[in-house]
């Protein structure tokens, strides 16, 4: 059976590249709710609004992009409710462009991941020790080459190809991605391998089960932290009519650029490309520098939840005892709703230490600003075809954020 294109997208082209230097690239995402500026950044807004904000204070930040999760508006029992209010724009009132994801990450977050307690990036102690473990514990994600099967809060649920795409189109978001398996960093060759041909065969079937029109969908790349099995999904799903591309999967702590550069080179330049789950600010540098378009991570407003603030100082754990009586801004010129108003440092330290919502809020507006601004300083660095633009603002904040 041949496999259809994703169907129509805003007219004068999806996706424009603007500028180059070396393979980073500026250019922009035409969607129905607005202009994706790329380099770019999706915040999680995991249930349809970022964490620790609402609808108005959403107003105020104005993200360029947020990502929503599939799984957990799947599970929560929302997703009739979502499509009969017109989508996810219309039922949180969101003006941005949305993305959501397939739901193939809780294949690793709800599976090996929890059962081996480790995230999607490994460091190299771990790497070194990584066998294929599949037959040697038990997944409690019940993976078919057709779906998966998650229990979840004592109940099963079951996902697949045409359930992932099904749920989003109904959610209505402007991008959404098709549905893979993510393996785990201590899965080897073996797995990966086998894991490989199960998402190339659901990234076909979901292409298959598009119906909505005005929704881009991305194909996702995998294959951990192989060359051979990156550059084979690379070239498999850059072959397929996908509006954009997604790099997913497991990643090596100091192999981060490689396994970049193998997944982007069977994929097309005309195509955007989207690196999941990675946010780390020395990652993002990386990325863009490899010829990545947009990211997303729950690094800024997660860390913001516990504290933690980005800053031109580095990063500030605001409830140490040493801001306690810090009268200083956070960041002097930062224009974030925390930092143009009259609060202090000492002030959010003690909004912290009393459990105030309202310093999880105003530390992640200000987390938000710092990120937003981040990345319209590497856009302009971008266009300025200079490369020692570029290297300067790098240094800065790998000196910074390493």
């Not at 609004?49 to 609402?54: E, P």
């Not at 990036?121 to 066998?131: F, L």
């Not at 981060?256 to 990675?278: A, F, N």
């Amino acid at each position: 059976m041949a496999v259809k294109p994703c169907g129509e997208l805003p007219s004068g082209g999806f996706f424009q590249i603007k500028n180059k230097l070396g393979r980073a690239r500026t250019g922009v995402i035409k969607t129905a709710h607005g202009e994706i500026l790329t380099p770019g950044f999706a915040f999680v807004a995991t249930h349809g609004t970022i964490k620790s904000l609402d609808k108005k204070d959403h107003s105020l930040v104005a993200p360029e992009l947020t990502i929503s999760n599939t799984f957990h508006l799947f599970v929560s029992g929302k997703v009739k409710e979502i499509k009969k209010a017109g989508g996810l724009h219309k039922a949180f009132g969101l003006k941005n462009p949305i993305m959501t994801d397939s739901g193939g990450f809780q294949i690793f977050s709800l599976g090996w991941g929890k059962v081996h307690k480790i995230g999607k990036v490994a460091n190299n102690n771990v790497q070194r020790g990584r066998s294929d473990v599949a037959g040697r514990t038990q997944n409690p994600v019940k993976i078919s080459k057709n779906g998966v099967v998650f229990v979840y809060d004592g109940k099963k649920y079951e996902l697949d190809p045409d359930i992932s795409i099904k749920i989003q189109e109904d959610l209505g978001a402007d991008i959404i991605f098709a549905f893979d398996e993510c393996t785990s960093p201590l899965h080897g060759y073996d797995y990966n391998k086998k894991s490989l041909k199960k998402t190339h065969r659901w990234a076909k079937k979901c292409l298959e089960a598009k119906r909505k029109n005005g929704q881009a969908l991305f194909g996702i790349a995998q294959g951990g932290v192989y060359q051979d099995l990156r550059e084979e999904s690379s070239a498999v799903i850059g072959s397929l009519p996908f509006d954009g591309f997604g790099i997913g999967g497991s990643f090596g702590e100091k192999q981060m650029g490689e396994v970049i550069g193998w997944s982007l080179s069977g994929l097309p330049e005309d195509k955007p490309r989207h690196l999941l789950g990675i946010g780390a600010i020395k990652d993002i540098f990386i990325g863009v520098e490899k010829g990545i378009d947009s990211f997303d991570c729950v690094i800024p407003t997660r860390e913001a939840r516990h504290g933690a603030l980005y800053s031109k100082n580095g990063r500030l754990d605001i409830q140490r005892g040493i801001f306690a009586k810090d009268k200083k801004a956070v960041e002097k010129g930062c224009k974030c709703q925390l930092c143009s108003g009259e609060m202090k440092r000492q002030d959010i330290y003690k909004m912290f230490k009393e459990n105030k919502p309202k310093a999880q809020k105003m530390a992640t507006l200000h987390n938000i600003y710092f990120y937003k601004t981040l990345f319209e300083k590497i856009r302009k660095a971008i266009d300025s075809g200079k490369s020692s633009s570029w290297e300067k603002l790098k240094k800065e904040y790998e000196e910074l954020f390493s």
